[in-house]
């Protein structure tokens, strides 16, 4: 059973036992909930990652300014969460989903269950490779954030020398769809790839992986990552290292990465922003849309373009 929480800010009710984190607007932005009002689920693959945040938070807002109650869940990208949230969503006969889904591929079984019970569900961000499961998805066009994020890193480097790539996991679709964006650009150029390391997308993981490579490969001129986390780790080692000159280049847009390009003091330079509200709007417009039928299924994908943000 789906269990009602508020949210403050960031400050979260996390559900006990299991990973739902729920999310309902303060008393004091919104009428109190009429008897009867209907619910719209969103669904994000964590909060821990602040263009998460912003895209849930997004959804949330325009869904309450349509007069619906809110619930926020997160899968940690995890097929098995998904379904256990599949379940609870039918039993609890919300209106409709607005949903970022852990896996392309793997989560189309959950997707469809939904569906199957009468439920619309929206697509956003990492979305579904057959889309018509979906009612209608609206994504991120990861490409052209590849290729936006190469170009400036061209731009900074002169386009020559070395560098290295660390892109998202391999199992993951919309990480191999930016990669391909980045070499779209780069290999146009006289750069030189000299190590790729496909990674999770966590700082962590990207600060260990380009110590490594920064000691392999000292002579290298950048770094092209998958997303922020995995940039900012690596802009982290090449500090740990005492290195300079380097420059590194992501995608999403984040807080923490912004930050980091206006420091001045960061190799980290340069994110081709997702445009994670507007995905989190979009989605939940189009299933107001559905829910009062005025729209029926399409199975539409709608690319949403990114936008560079560098230290000038």
């Given amino acids: 059973m789906l269990q009602a929480g508020r949210v403050f800010g960031r400050a979260l009710a996390v559900a006990a036992g299991s990973a739902w984190v729920i999310a309902l607007a303060s008393a004091a932005s919104t009428p109190a909930a009429a008897a009867g009002q209907k619910t719209i689920a969103i669904i994000v693959p964590t909060l821990k990652i602040t263009v998460l945040q912003v895209e849930s938070q997004a959804a949330v807002k325009k869904a309450e300014a349509l007069g619906y109650k809110t619930t926020v869940l997160t899968h940690d990208f995890n097929t098995a969460n998904e379904l256990k949230d599949a379940d609870a969503l039918i039993t609890e006969k919300v209106a409709g989903v607005a949903w970022n889904v852990a896996d392309p591929a793997a989560s189309a079984v959950a997707v469809k269950k939904v569906r199957d019970a009468g439920i619309p569900v929206v697509n956003m961000d990492r979305v579904l490779v057959k889309h018509e499961i979906a009612n209608n998805s609206f994504q991120s066009d990861n490409f052209q954030c590849g290729a936006l994020a190469a170009q400036a890193l061209v731009d900074m480097v002169g386009g020559k020398g070395d560098y290295a790539e660390l892109p998202g996991p391999s199992s993951d679709q919309m990480g191999r769809t930016r990669s391909a964006g980045y070499h779209s650009v780069l290999d146009k150029t006289a750069l030189k ?120």
Wanted: hydrophobic residues 40%; contains cysteine.
């Fill in 193 to 312: 790839m000299v190590a790729q390391q496909p990674a999770p997308y966590d700082q962590t993981k990207g600060f260990q992986l380009a110590g490594s490579i920064l000691q392999a490969h000292p002579e290298i001129v950048a770094f092209a990552t998958g997303n922020d986390s995995i940039g900012l780790g690596a802009a982290a080692a090449i500090k740990a290292q005492g290195k300079t000159g380097i420059v590194v280049v992501g995608i999403d847009g984040g807080a923490d990465a912004v930050a980091a390009i206006k420091s001045g003091t960061s190799a980290f330079r340069a994110t081709a922003a997702q445009p994670v509200a507007a995905q989190g709007e979009k989605s939940v417009e189009a299933l107001d849309k559905i829910i009062k039928g005025e729209k029926g299924p399409s199975g539409g994908n709608t690319l949403l373009p990114c936008t560079l943000i560098g230290k000038k």
